[in-house]
């Protein structure tokens, strides 16, 4: 059982460049999140969404794109990198809602130059 | 500003003693969680409390949810080197509002 699936792990991007991190999970989860975690400031959400089709900003949404096609996937994109998107990027999924136990992926650590 | 205010944020501790962090809120939460991350993982839940006043416990770690739903503390009774990790705290304002977390607790315990 895979659970949360994240890639890539790593990525180093240049100011201006687009890019889409990938998550998919196996779980038939409903619920499907993305966080960017930064030091000293914990995790914060970015987009979610409570099902296929249906997508809602967090956050810190500015920057960032994401659909949720099927109940599997839920990219994010990054339209047009800058230096401030530079974080670890973690997707969660839950079965239904934000209550429950949280799954995580193992993280995408990006740097933006 | 962090809805979730979370103390200390570094704690260094020898192998057997004890520790607890705090997570603190101005804000009533319908519930509230704590995960664990190790280096290069995701967070993984430990444990969700969901009534005020209730005190949860998992082998070492002892969890309690504040009466008015606030706040919550995390204790660890003779901490062992495989406790080392970001302890964060994540609420939620009601059934279908968004998951805030803290900004984590930092434990390292050495040998």
């Known amino acids: 059982n895979a659970g949360v699936t994240q890639t890539p792990k790593f990525q180093v991007l240049k100011t201006g460049q687009s890019m889409t991190l990938q998550c998919a999970q196996d779980?038939?989860?409903?619920?499907m999140s993305w966080y960017r975690q930064d030091p000293g400031m914990g995790l914060r959400l970015i987009h979610y969404?409570?099902?296929?089709?249906?997508?809602d900003q967090g956050e810190v949404p500015n920057g960032y794109n994401v659909s949720r096609s099927t109940t599997e996937d839920f990219p994010l994109r990054l339209l047009s990198a800058a230096p401030s998107q530079t974080s670890v990027y973690f997707c969660?999924?839950?079965?239904?809602?934000?209550?429950?136990?949280?799954?995580f992926g193992s993280g995408t650590q990006l740097s933006v130059l | 500003t962090q809805l979730l205010e979370q103390s200390p944020q570094f704690l260094s501790i020898q192998e057997g003693e004890n520790l607890t962090v705090y997570c603190n809120s101005s804000?009533?939460?319908?519930?509230l969680q704590w995960y664990r991350q190790e280096p290069g993982e995701g967070p993984v839940l430990l444990v969700t409390v969901v009534t005020g006043g209730e005190v949860k416990k998992l082998k070492r770690l002892t969890f309690q949810f504040g009466d008015a739903r606030k706040d919550s503390s995390l204790h660890i009774t003779a901490a062992q080197p495989g406790d080392t990790g970001l302890y964060l705290c994540?609420?939620?304002?009601?059934?279908?509002?968004?998951?805030?977390f803290g900004a984590g607790t930092q434990v390292v315990v050495t040998p």
């Open positions: 779980m038939n989860h409903e619920y």
């Open positions: 969404s409570v099902g296929a089709g249906i997508t």
């Open positions: 804000s009533v939460f319908s519930s």
């Open positions: 994540a609420g939620a304002p009601d059934s279908w509002g968004k998951l805030q």
């Open positions: 969660a999924s839950s079965l239904t809602g934000t209550n429950e136990k949280l799954f």
